[in-house]
């Protein structure tokens, strides 16, 4: 699901803002107003600035990421899923506390932020948006059913109901808050400063049950596709493809064998990492990056290599201390062509990009 926005990152000092073009905010003078003078937990900070010739709105994401990027690399597990429903929840509270018009909420994952320290989410108030709040929310929800963590039935379960009563329900909203509270787990009890603990309850295990997804599939009539796998970069040379042409052929086993996949080539310890699936992401987050260097100033989601149709190319995922391509700065965002032993800075490393079609590489 893609939004007809045009927006961007813009750095200023060490705040980050993302920049949204509008044409006359003046028209909305008085939810622009409520905006700027009420700080609210889930709605972005925003203002209204001239950049010369637009008109523009400027919200503060400082380091919270996209959430269409934040769930490509993890998948919604029912505590990441509680909280970004606490925040859906709050951003209506706060629209509905500043008498403003939920309409003009923009709930594309692109245009949704998340802190991936605690996994809140800070949503976009676009004065003058009016794109239908419903179906928006439709969306979102579809959008996190793609990307939920099927081996978490809690999760499952959990995003199944308040689609239901997100769609169902007169009261969506209310409904919403109360079928999350009842997921949310009760603080311990304390008695003369002992907390009071419950034994488990064990429940039998149900053997050959539907999965999740197959059942949700079901229901949604395939209103959403499966995730899609990421993209394999080629791994076999043209020599490696004449040893199955010609399986009756003697060949010497001590021949080098040739890698033709681009990799990332440090300048440090020159340690090669291949490229060997698209997007590929470099962070700190281990376990949920393709290449995570330990002990440097790298955000946990840094920098994602993906495909364009000229070729390769590398974007900053809004990071704190910034990318760079052969000395320049990267503008988080945007997308920057890569060619063959490039230098891609990423916080204090760097690293040599190597396409793999010009230099193949030996191992």
């Known amino acids: 699901m893609k939004t007809d926005l045009q927006g961007r990152y813009v750095k200023e000092y060490l705040q980050t803002f993302y920049v949204l073009p509008f044409p006359s905010p003046s028209e909305h003078a008085y939810k622009l107003r409520m905006l700027e003078n009420n700080r ?20 503060a994401v400082g380091g919270m990421k996209a959430m269409d990027l934040v769930f490509r690399t993890l998948p919604i597990d029912i505590d990441r899923l509680l909280t970004i429903l606490k925040s859906f929840v709050a951003v209506f509270e706060e629209v509905f506390e500043l008498l403003l018009d939920p ?13 991936i320290t605690d996994y809140k989410a800070g949503f976009i108030y676009l004065p003058g948006y009016g794109k239908g709040v419903s179906k928006q929310a439709e969306g979102f929800f579809e959008y996190m059913l793609n990307r939920v963590d099927y081996d978490d039935k809690k999760a499952v379960t959990l995003l199944y109901d308040c689609y ?13 808050k109360e079928r999350i509270e009842k997921e949310t787990p009760a603080p311990a009890r304390a008695i003369n400063n002992e907390k009071i603990f419950t034994e488990p309850v064990t429940r039998p295990r149900v053997l050959q049950s539907p999965s999740p997804e197959t059942s949700l599939k079901s229901w949604l009539g395939g209103r959403f596709r499966k995730k899609k796998e990421p993209e394999k970069c080629p791994m076999v040379s043209e020599a490696e493809k004449g040893f199955d042409e010609d399986p009756g052929e003697t ?24 490229i060997d699936k698209l997007p590929f992401v470099i962070g700190s987050l281990s376990g949920h990056t393709d290449l995570a260097p330990k002990g440097r100033n790298v955000s946990r989601l840094h920098a994602e290599i993906r495909k364009t149709e000229k070729g390769l190319a590398i974007v900053d995922l809004n990071s704190t201390n910034g990318s760079k391509l052969n000395g320049e700065t990267l503008i988080p965002g945007e997308v920057y062509g890569l060619c063959t032993n490039d230098r891609i800075g990423i916080a204090d490393l760097e690293y040599i990009y190597k396409d793999g079609v010009h230099t193949p590489m030996t191992v």
């Open 251 to 274: 060949v010497l086993l001590s021949v080098r064998r040739q890698e033709w996949s681009p990799c990332l080539v440090n300048t440090e310890n020159e340690e090669k990492t291949v």
């Open 40 to 59: 609210h937990e889930a709605i972005l900070p925003v203002e209204a600035v001239s950049d010369g010739l637009d008109n523009i709105y400027r919200y």
């Open 164 to 176: 239901i009563l997100m769609m169902k329900e007169e009261k969506g909203i209310e409904a919403l």
């Open 103 to 115: 309409d003009d909420l923009v709930l594309e994952p692109e245009c949704v932020f998340i802190n």
